[in-house]
């Protein structure tokens, strides 16, 4: 049996679920919620095939998500941000065969599913048998020329990084005190890293958890300090304003006992400062999609050690756990990761996953120093020439260049700098672009600085 449904069917009246509008799953819901929406799916010829889905974090959202896992079919997941210009892109370069939405973002003929109006059909549970190698998963990066740049994540690699994850929480990796008691948060949008280490990993241990629609520092700290969360997991920019938000309405966190959080790093007395207002709860984890999240964690004591003045540990992402296989170091300084959630497309013949990151051991701990590609991290990867692609078609434009440039708030921000064509007006031509931008994609994309420059710099 799928071993989510049996946790789901273990859990019995017990409720998994709940978001901010007071509605709750129990785990028999749940699994029932999910074999009708599977069902309905199947009914329209969906199994095996792949599924379109864009949703905001919703219980929807995770139905729909483990819907698509009972089928044994791909989902094709688009951030909730997205423009529907760059989601309808997407969705034609992985030729999807269906697209499954809420009602925020529904319309050109996408299958409804949302809290309020469900999907639903003959009860279908979980294929019996989906091959290791199937893609479960298909991470869209980057549209360019049509073509889809994506990590296509298989069920064989899902259940490596459930097992790595599960094994890290109850194993004490995540932080000690794990117990019966545990409640997962998910604040980050469930297609991102929350779902690979918190948001599927609880309900396989039949676990509860909170789902908000989207961070907000103060309903966050709220809902922190209501003393039902112990998990939870953010990219470094929520973990800055959750800290801000701390500072201003001075408190402590509730139950939580471990805040996990990745994507982009911390300037490091930046990182002393946010490990002093909150406490003795945070956990960064370091991982790639193509090969493992996480492949390496900087614990609670190293975060203390930070706080109390220890800066040898502040640039580092962590030590390698044994839960996510082997790391090393090639001699082009390159990391490189072999372990069952190393995606086969990404490997070589001896299954070594090469992850673009330069880095180095020290200690035992990992220190990254930068990447043999352009890819921009801000706590989402951004890829500059998809960006560069769409701003070179405006009129106007003579020549862009597209690059992460240092952030405070974010670790990189994404700067476009922009050499207009001759006779061209820079402010109107900063403001049609921007308007450009966001009509085509999620915010996360869309540069936080215009420079005009008569040169390009180099990148």
């Known amino acids: 049996m799928n071993a989510t449904r049996a946790a789901l069917l273990a859990a019995e009246d017990r409720v998994l679920l709940r978001d901010e509008a007071g509605r709750t799953r129990t785990g028999e819901e749940l699994a029932g919620r999910v074999d009708r929406l599977a069902g309905a799916l199947a009914g329209r010829g969906l199994a095996g095939g792949r599924i379109g889905l864009w949703h905001t974090n919703a219980i929807a959202a995770v139905e729909a998500s483990l819907a698509v896992e009972w089928l044994g079919a791909t989902r094709v997941p688009v951030d909730p941000g997205a423009a529907p210009a760059e989601a309808a892109a997407i969705w034609t370069a992985a030729d999807a065969d269906a697209v499954l939405a809420d009602r925020e973002h529904a319309g050109g003929g996408a299958l409804v599913h949302d809290d309020d109006e469900p999907l639903t059909g003959p009860p279908a549970p979980p294929v019996p048998e989906v091959p290791a190698d199937r893609t479960l998963l298909l991470y869209p990066r980057a549209v ?219 200690d035992g701990h990992l220190h990254l120093r930068g990447r043999l590609d352009r890819m921009i991290n801000t706590g989402y990867h951004v890829y500059p020439q998809e960006i560069e692609d769409a701003v070179r078609r405006i009129p106007g434009v003579a020549g862009v260049l597209v690059r992460g440039e240092p952030d405070g708030r974010h670790g990189e921000a994404v700067v476009a700098h922009i050499v207009p064509s001759g006779g061209t007006s820079p402010g109107p031509l900063v403001a049609r672009i921007e308007a450009e931008l966001r009509s085509r994609f999620a915010r996360y994309k869309v540069p936080r600085r215009f420079l005009i420059t008569d040169d390009l710099p180099e990148d």
């Not at 005190?177 to 890293?193: A, I, K, N, R, S």
């Not at 044994?322 to 082009?332: D, N, T, V, W």
């Open 144 to 362: 360019r020329g049509g073509e889809l740049m994506a990590v296509p994540i298989s069920y064989g690699n899902w259940e490596a990084t459930m097992s790595a994850n599960t094994a890290l929480y109850r194993g004490g990796g995540y932080g000690p005190g794990f117990g019966p008691d545990e409640c997962f948060l998910t604040v980050q949008q469930l297609m991102h890293g929350t779902g690979l280490v918190g948001t599927f990993p609880f309900l396989r241990m039949g676990l509860p958890q909170v789902i908000v629609r989207r961070f907000d520092a103060d309903a966050v700290l709220d809902l922190l300090r209501s003393g039902t969360v112990t998990s939870t997991m953010m990219v470094t920019g929520m973990v800055t304003r959750l800290a801000a938000a701390v500072r201003r309405r001075p408190g402590g966190l509730g139950s939580l006992r471990r805040l996990l959080y990745g994507g982009a790093p911390l300037p490091p007395e930046e990182l002393r400062d946010v490990a002093l207002v909150l406490g003795d709860v945070l956990v960064q984890i370091y991982g790639r999609l193509e090969g493992g999240w996480p492949l390496t964690v900087l614990d609670q004591a190293d975060h203390r050690a930070v706080a109390e003045g220890d800066m040898s540990r502040a640039g580092s992402c962590g030590r390698p756990v044994a839960e996510a296989g082997e790391l090393r170091i090639a001699p082009s300084g390159e990391v490189r990761v072999r372990s069952p959630m190393v995606v086969a497309e990404y490997a070589d013949a001896d299954g070594w996953c090469s992850l673009g990151d330069l880095g180095r051991l020290e």
